[in-house]
């Protein structure tokens, strides 16, 4: 069974960065075809997809904050990385890390709650 699980600090102040990583076990995030991605959910609003990584490298982002977000990945620790840069409080929400592409996941993290407050 594939797990993965979320770090990160959980309370993070306006115009800071957050940065989290998701940690993978049971499965590589190499493996050829495989998809890595960060899902969030604000308090009282719908999940929203922030970006992928896939097998190979490659990333994807959501246009509405791409110019805010990076993720990238450690293959020696079987981690991906998300940041966000200059945050809001509209950023506080439940982070979640999944395998997966386009809505179809197969695997989620628990999520880790981020507060943006001062």
């Known amino acids: 069974q594939v797990q993965l699980q979320e770090s990160g600090p959980g309370l993070v102040k306006p115009s800071q960065t957050i940065s989290l990583t998701c940690t993978v076990s049971s499965d590589s995030i190499t493996t050829s075809g495989s998809a890595w991605g960060w899902i969030r959910r604000p308090p009282g609003k719908g999940l929203e997809w922030m970006a992928d990584?896939?097998?190979?490298?490659?990333?994807y982002y959501n246009p509405s904050i791409k110019s805010r977000t990076s993720i990238s990945r450690d293959t020696s620790k079987n981690q991906f990385s998300l940041q966000l840069t200059s945050v809001t409080p509209e950023d506080t929400g439940v982070y979640y890390c999944?395998?997966?592409?386009?809505?179809?996941?197969?695997?989620w993290g628990q999520g880790t709650q981020v507060t943006v407050s001062s």
């Open positions: 999944v395998k997966g592409i386009d809505w179809s996941y197969d695997f």
């Open positions: 990584i896939h097998y190979d490298g490659s990333t």
